[in-house]
Structure formats: C-alpha cells, structure tokens
Nanobody
Framework: QVQLVESGGGTVQAGGSLRLSCAASGRTFSSYAMGWFRQAPGKEREIVTRITWNGYSSWYASFVTGRFTISRDNTKNTLYLQMNALKPEDTAVYYC???????????????WGQGTQVTVSS
C-alpha cells in the first residue's frame, strides 16, 4: 500500500492562492491514479480533481474548473494541487487519495492522507 501526507494548507484571503502537496511513500507512487477530495464542516466529502498515473489525463469538479490545477511528479513521489482565485466556499479539509482501480471510479480511492485545512476568509 501507499502512505500519503498532505501539506501546504493554511488561511488565505478570498482571491488568494495556495499550493497543496501530497508526499507518498511505500509502494510505487507512479502506479496509482491520484485525487484530491475535500470535506467542509457539516458536509459530505466530495471529489475535487483526479489525475491518471502518468499525468496525461485529469478531471475537475465544475466548482473548481479554471481555478485549480492538479499535477504530479512521479520522480518525487508527490502530488500537487495549485489553488487560485480561492473563495470562502473552498474552506474545507483537503485530502489526497490513491486509487487502486480506474481513476474515474471514486470508490477505488482507498488510500488516504490525514488531510490539511484550507480556510479562505472573505
């Protein structure tokens, strides 16, 4: 299995930017599709974006399209999420996750990090 550790969260004003990182260890990072999820207080966890094992394909939820960018560096075993034009509604705990199956199947994301808090003030 793979172990995941997120970093880069914090507090930022609306319109600002943050870059999250997810460092992987354990089994070969490059063999996993990866995703970023988030969970706001009182809400269910939702997928934000995902990327194939080789980085060639990605998908974004409509509420972040054009603002967030997912990327990965398989030589550094690290996943990234560049978040621009942040909004107060982006406030949540952000989790990275690794998929054991098809990257488009949310239920296959079975390895999770501990999460990093992102707070966007208005």
């Amino acid at each position: 299995q793979v172990q995941l550790v997120e970093s880069g969260g914090g507090t930022v004003q609306a319109g600002g930017s943050l870059r999250l990182s997810c460092a992987a260890s354990g089994r070969t990072f490059s063999s996993y599709a990866m995703g970023w999820f988030r969970q706001a207080p009182g809400k269910e966890r939702e997928i934000v974006t995902r990327i194939t094992w080789n980085g060639y394909s990605s998908w974004y939820a409509s509420f972040v399209t054009g603002r967030f960018t997912i990327s990965r560096d398989n030589t550094k075993n690290t996943l990234y999420l560049q978040m621009n034009a942040l909004k107060p509604e982006d406030t949540a705990v952000y989790y990275c996750a690794a998929s054991s199956g098809p990257y488009y199947n949310t239920s296959t994301y079975v390895y999770w990090g501990q999460g990093t808090q992102v707070t966007v003030s208005s």
